[in-house]
């Protein structure tokens, strides 16, 4: 059962933009926080952004200041809107939502690919 759904991953050049969006359940969406991971070829998994049901943020410093993660209610989404993108973010990128201590789920993955 598909609980994150991942969307907008593609290849950009640099100092593009591009924008991934994560869907899941209205239920899911009002108690988890939701978030960004990324993995490139070779390197462990890292912390994109996290936002929380309440709205707060929190970014890896080597996106601050360039992406931006928000939550649409209306769509039970999570976006993440990455600009100046350069070819070191070029990743896997993985929706992630947690709840409490049993609830830590993860969508398939969209590829980002930034070309120099």
């Known amino acids: 059962q598909v609980q994150l759904a991942e969307s907008g991953g593609g290849l950009v050049q640099a100092g593009g933009s591009l924008r991934l969006s994560c869907v899941t359940s209205?239920?899911?969406?009002?108690?988890?926080?939701m978030g960004w991971y990324r993995q490139a070829p070779g390197k462990q998994r890292e912390l994109v952004a996290t936002?929380?049901?309440?709205?707060?943020?929190n970014y890896g410093d080597s996106v601050k200041g360039r992406f931006t993660i928000s939550r649409d209610n209306a769509k039970n989404s999570v976006s993440l809107q990455m600009n100046s993108l350069k070819p070191e973010d070029t990743a896997v990128y993985y929706c992630?939502?947690?709840?409490?201590?049993?609830?830590?789920?993860w969508g398939s993955g969209t590829q980002v690919t930034v070309s120099s």
């Open positions: 936002i929380t049901p309440g709205g707060s943020t």
């Open positions: 992630n939502l947690v709840f409490g201590n049993k609830i830590d789920y």
């Open positions: 209205r239920v899911l969406f009002a108690v988890g926080t």
